[in-house]
């Protein structure tokens, strides 16, 4: 994907643009509104994890028809097949060939709902398309669509009929969010504005393919410092040395949260990263891949209760850069 990077006003005039047609959909979710908009820019992938009910698969959509491009939308099933999701190649009998069917991951957005009620042999096809944006079906390769975003949601894998997403398919996810209850003035207005219908019947898209491929690439061109690159690989390591966790982050979570610090700056009208920026995005982009060792403790002796404790905690003892002459 090669495209021209776009002037500050312009990018900003965009971002706000999409932020507001999004916030007018997700009533007082802000912060999962600009997380769901880096990981788009940062070219990532997106897994909103919650309860039924909360606005899960509205976000999602609401993200999707901000851009005039293709979406799909695959719901996840027990049954469904890997064949459902990548397509398959299908024998013309006229012709003597075989043709391939694109399946529903050829589009620029695809929103896969309740992707862990899935079994994980269906979930391994994403794997490919996330992380290579090609789909290799009977020893032919095909190539995604540029820019090509996952967008999953999944409920807590306490509720019934639901599977683990396997670490391999966690990791291809740049960021994990949780939507949350609404607080009692957010849930009224929701009440008030959708007694004539949904808001996303009046959304409209806010740009198009060639301009979103502009804002990706106006995002990769944001510096990044060598103290700040060094910082968030000390984040990440100390993740791998951690005694309350039996699973630290990869090396792909390390590129991952300095792609998503890149689009934090941009949106935030800045054309370079702050350690702030991997601060603000380190729980969200790091925790989804790592796991607890059972009834794991802080140095104190308190149990542990979550992922997200851990790497807030770590982030906190990681000595922050100083800015210096030599960057």
Same mark, same amino acid.
């Given at each position: 994907?090669?495209?021209?990077?776009?002037?500050?006003?312009?990018?900003?005039?965009?971002?706000?643009?999409?932020?507001?047609?999004?916030?007018?959909?997700?009533?007082?979710?802000?912060?999962?509104?600009?997380?769901? %908009? +880096?990981? *788009?820019?940062?070219?990532?992938?997106?897994?909103?994890?919650?309860?039924?009910?909360?606005?899960? @698969?509205?976000?999602?959509?609401? %993200?999707?028809?901000?851009?005039? =491009?293709?979406?799909?939308?695959?719901?996840?099933?027990?049954?469904?097949?890997?064949? !459902?999701?990548? =397509?398959?190649?299908?024998?013309?009998?006229?012709? =003597?060939?075989?043709e391939?069917?694109?399946?529903?991951?050829?589009?620029?957005?695809?929103?896969?709902?309740?992707?862990?009620?899935?079994?994980?042999?269906?979930?391994?096809? *994403?794997?490919?398309?996330?992380?290579?944006?090609?789909?290799?079906?009977?020893?032919?390769?095909? +190539?995604l669509?540029?820019?090509? *975003?996952?967008?999953?949601?999944?409920?807590?894998?306490?509720?019934?009929?639901?599977?683990?997403?396997?670490?391999?398919?966690?990791?291809?996810?740049?960021a994990?969010?949780?939507?949350?209850?609404?607080?009692?003035?957010?849930?009224?207005?929701?009440?008030?504005?959708?007694?004539? =219908?949904?808001?996303?019947?009046?959304?409209?898209?806010?740009?198009?393919?060639t301009?979103?491929?502009?804002? $990706?690439?106006?995002?990769?061109? $944001?510096?990044?410092?060598?103290?700040?690159?060094?910082?968030?690989?000390?984040?990440?390591?100390a @993740?791998?040395e951690?005694?309350?966790?039996?699973?630290?982050a990869?090396?792909?979570?390390?590129?991952?949260?300095?792609?998503?610090?890149?689009?934090r +700056?941009?949106?935030?009208?800045?054309?370079?990263?702050?350690?702030?920026?991997?601060?603000? %995005?380190?729980?969200?982009?790091?925790?989804?891949?790592?796991?607890?060792?059972?009834?794991a403790?802080?140095? !104190?002796?308190?149990?542990?209760?979550?992922? !997200?404790?851990?790497?807030?905690?770590?982030?906190?003892?990681? @000595?922050?850069?100083?800015?210096?002459?030599?960057?």
């Open positions: 994907m090669s495209a021209e990077p776009m002037g500050a006003e312009e990018f900003g005039e965009l971002a706000s643009s999409i932020r507001l047609a999004m916030n007018g959909v997700m009533d007082g979710k802000p912060d999962a509104v600009d997380t769901a %908009l +880096a990981v *788009l820019l940062a070219e990532g992938h997106l897994l909103i994890e919650d309860v039924p009910g909360v606005g899960k @698969t509205m976000l999602a959509r609401a %993200l999707a028809r901000c851009i005039d =491009g293709s979406v799909n939308r695959i719901q996840f099933t027990p049954d469904l097949l890997p064949a !459902d999701i990548t =397509g398959v190649s299908v024998y013309r009998q006229q012709l =003597g060939t075989f391939f069917t694109p399946g529903p991951i050829f589009a620029h957005i695809v929103i896969g709902d309740e992707i862990n009620r899935a079994s994980p042999k269906t979930q391994s096809a *994403l794997l490919e398309c996330m992380e290579e944006g090609l789909v290799t079906v009977d020893g032919h390769t095909h +190539a669509a540029a820019p090509f *975003l996952v967008v999953a949601t999944q409920n807590p894998i306490e509720m019934e009929g639901t599977y683990a997403l396997p670490e391999a398919q966690r990791d291809r996810f740049m994990r969010i949780s939507i949350g209850y609404p607080d009692a003035e957010s849930e009224a207005r929701m009440v008030r504005d959708r007694e004539h =219908g949904s808001p996303l019947e009046r959304l409209a898209p806010v740009i198009d393919v301009g979103l491929r502009r804002m $990706i690439a106006t995002v990769r061109e $944001i510096y990044v410092s060598p103290a700040v690159e060094r910082y968030a690989v000390a984040i990440v390591q @993740t791998r951690e005694p309350a966790l039996r699973l630290g990869s090396p792909r979570a390390t590129l991952q949260l300095v792609r998503a610090a890149r689009a +700056a941009a949106m935030d009208g800045r054309d370079f990263v702050l350690p702030d920026d991997i601060d603000a %995005l380190a729980t969200t982009v790091l925790s989804h891949r790592m796991l607890l060792v059972p009834r403790q802080h140095p !104190d002796g308190r149990p542990a209760r979550s992922v !997200d404790e851990v790497v807030e905690r770590i982030v906190a003892a990681t @000595t922050v850069p100083v800015p210096s002459a030599g960057g």
